[in-house]
């Protein structure tokens, strides 16, 4: 498996309050991206990442902000809580040489439950 | 938008049975990927294909890309319990050079024994 780590595992939370889940990479790649799972929607893209400070939203970015410091790590920030973000969260990571015909490796996922 | 649609959402078979998901885009795909996610876990790449008309084979998989690179297919024969996951597709959009795809929202194999 490739070098990726997701930090927390699990977490809950309460409404309202702000939640921020990280992903790190040991491969040096230069994509990276959040994605979403929900039953019945499969993987939703919430942001990504196509270098140091270089961001774009995805489809499902409304809530969540994200930030990219540094090569090995992507942010993904949740201002203010919902139950509708209650959801498996998966980062994910790609090489850039051929764009989108790049394999992408995805971390173990955290798992979030806003109450 | 672009849009990659896949069927069914979910399947039952009895094991031995064949087992195939589709995957249709709006738009000219680049190249398709397959992955797999098993329960509980995380998705894992299983193939990508790029050429038009291409079909590829792992062992009793089996995967093809349309001639217009707007739809694919994976075909697996005999089932076992070990294919029990759920299959996803994912394209890229033949007009970016952003490494982003587009994924199906997924077919969810069950094999019972």
């Known amino acids: 498996d490739a070098g990726i780590t997701q930090s927390p595992r699990h977490k809950v939370t309460e409404t309202g309050t702000p939640v921020t889940l990280r992903c790190h990479q040991t491969?040096?790649?230069?994509?990276m991206y959040w994605y979403r799972q929900d039953p019945g929607h499969g993987l939703r893209l919430i942001h990504y990442?196509?270098?140091?400070?270089?961001?774009d939203k995805g489809e499902v970015s409304d809530g969540y902000s994200v930030s990219r410091s540094k090569t090995e790590d992507f942010l993904l920030t949740l201002e203010s809580a919902t139950s509708s973000q209650t959801s498996v969260y998966f980062c994910?990571?790609?090489?850039?040489?051929?764009?989108?015909?790049?394999?992408?490796?995805f971390g173990p996922g955290t798992r979030l439950l806003v109450l | 938008g672009q849009q990659v649609m896949q069927i069914p959402q979910y399947q039952h078979v009895q094991e031995g049975e064949d087992f195939t998901t589709y995957c249709n885009s709006s738009?000219?795909?680049?190249?398709i990927q397959w992955y797999k996610q098993r329960p509980g876990g995380h998705p894992v790449f299983l193939i990508q294909l790029v050429k038009s008309g291409e079909v590829k084979k792992q062992k009793r998989l089996t995967f093809q890309f349309g001639e217009a690179k707007k739809n694919s297919s994976l075909h697996i024969t005999a089932t076992q319990t070990t294919d029990v996951g759920t299959y996803f597709c994912?394209?890229?959009?033949?007009?970016?050079?952003?490494?982003?795809?587009?994924f199906g929202r997924g077919t969810q194999l069950t094999v019972w024994p």
């Open positions: 738009t000219t795909l680049s190249n």
């Open positions: 994910a990571i790609s090489e850039s040489g051929r764009g989108n015909q790049e394999t992408q490796y």
């Open positions: 491969e040096n790649h230069r994509y």
């Open positions: 994912a394209g890229g959009d033949r007009g970016s050079t952003l490494g982003r795809l587009y």
């Open positions: 990442s196509y270098g140091v400070k270089d961001t």
